[in-house]
C-alpha cells in the first residue's frame, strides 16, 4: 500500500461509475465493499445502476453479473441500446421512422453490448439462498468486477413467513456483505425508500431506508437519490427538467456529498453536472 502511495497511486483502486462527480466524493466502487443505491418507486435507481453496470463493462470491459428481480432481460437490452446509441426509447418502440444514421447507431451499440462481459440474470422469486448460489456460480464462470441486485426488497428470506420483516431484510443486507467481501468485488444493492406524500419535496436521509435499519448499519456506501422532477411529477404547470441529487449520505472510509447530475428519461441516463460538498 505505501509503495502503491509513494508511486502516486490510491491506496486502494475503485471501480469508476461513469459520473466523475459521484467518484469525486467515493472513490468508486472498491473491491468489498457493498454499496446501497436507495430511492422511491420508479425514481430512477435502476437507470442509475444499469448506467454503472453499462460503463464498467463496455468502457472499463469489467464482467458485470447483473440480477435482476423486476424487470425483464429484453427491457434492460432495450434501455442499454438506448443509452448506449442515443437513440431514444420512444423512437426504438416507432421503428418504422429511424433514419439511417440511427439504425447504424443501434447496430454499433448491439455490437458493443455483444463483445461486453454483461451477464444478465432474471431471477423473479429469488431467496438470499438461492442470492448466494447464483453469484458465486457467476463468479467461478467469468472473472465478475461487480455485481448489482435489483432490488433488495424482492429477495425472500431464509424464514418460512413474513412475521418479522426487519429480521428478514437485516439477514439480505448481512449476506450481500459478506458476499462482498468474500468475492472481493462491489456489489450494487437497490433499495426502495419509504413512500413519501404527494408533493412532498423533503430529501430522503438514511433512515427512510424501507424495512430495516440493518441495511444502513451493513452498508459501506449509500447513495439516496432526490428529485424535484419526481416529487412533482403529474402536477399542472410543472416542467421536468431531470435536475437530481445523488446524495452519498454514508461513506465508510471518507467524505459524504451531493454529485449533481441530469436525468434523460427517453434514455434511461445520468450525466453528470457539479459536485457539492
Known amino acids: 500500500m505505501v509503495d502503491r502511495l509513494e508511486a502516486g497511486e490510491p491506496a ?6 461513469g459520473i466523475p462527480s459521484l467518484d469525486a466524493i467515493t472513490g468508486g466502487l472498491k473491491p468489498g465493499n457493498l454499496i446501497v443505491i436507495g430511492a422511491p418507486p420508479s425514481a430512477g435507481k435502476t437507470a442509475l445502476a444499469t448506467g454503472i453496470a453499462q460503463h464498467a463493462a463496455v468502457s472499463r470491459q469489467r464482467g458485470v453479473h447483473f440480477l435482476t428481480l423486476e424487470m425483464t432481460t429484453a427491457e434492460m437490452q432495450r434501455r442499454a441500446l438506448s443509452r ?16 439511417v444514421a440511427a439504425i447504424q447507431n443501434l447496430r454499433a451499440a448491439a455490437d458493443a453490448l455483444q463483445d461486453a462481459p454483461l451477464y444478465l440474470d432474471e431471477c423473479a422469486g429469488l431467496t438470499v439462498g438461492s442470492l448466494r448460489s447464483r453469484v458465486r456460480r457467476e463468479a467461478a464462470r467469468h ?5 448489482v441486485v435489483d432490488y433488495l426488497q424482492l429477495i425472500a428470506g431464509s424464514g418460512s413467513g413474513r412475521e418479522n420483516r426487519n429480521n428478514e431484510v437485516a439477514e439480505i443486507s448481512r449476506a450481500v456483505k459478506v458476499l462482498a467481501s468474500k468475492l472481493e468485488v462491489p456489489v450494487l444493492l437497490l433499495s426502495q425508500l419509504n413512500r ?26 449509500v ?18 427538467t431531470g435536475d437530481t441529487d445523488l ?17 434523460d428519461p427517453e434514455r434511461a441516463s445520468f450525466t453528470d453536472m457539479e459536485v457539492a460538498h
Not at 442515443?86 to 433514419?99: A, I, N, T
Not at 472473472?143 to 455485481?147: F, K, N, R
Not at 408533493?199 to 430495516?212: M, N, V, W, Y
Open 12 to 17: 486502494a483502486v475503485g471501480l469508476d461509475t
Open 84 to 99: 448506449l446509441s442515443g437513440v431514444s426509447m420512444h423512437r426504438m418502440d416507432r421503428p418504422d421512422g429511424l433514419s
Open 143 to 147: 472473472d465478475i468486477g461487480l455485481v
Open 196 to 221: 413519501v406524500s404527494r408533493g412532498e419535496a423533503r430529501r430522503p436521509q438514511l433512515h427512510d431506508l424501507r424495512d430495516s435499519g440493518a441495511i444502513e448499519q451493513d452498508a459501506d456506501i
Open 223 to 240: 447513495i439516496l437519490l432526490h428529485s424535484e422532477d419526481y416529487a412533482h411529477r403529474g402536477d399542472p404547470g410543472h416542467t421536468f
Open 247 to 263: 446524495i452519498v449520505a454514508k461513506n465508510r472510509n471518507g467524505p459524504t456529498g451531493v454529485a449533481r447530475v441530469a436525468f
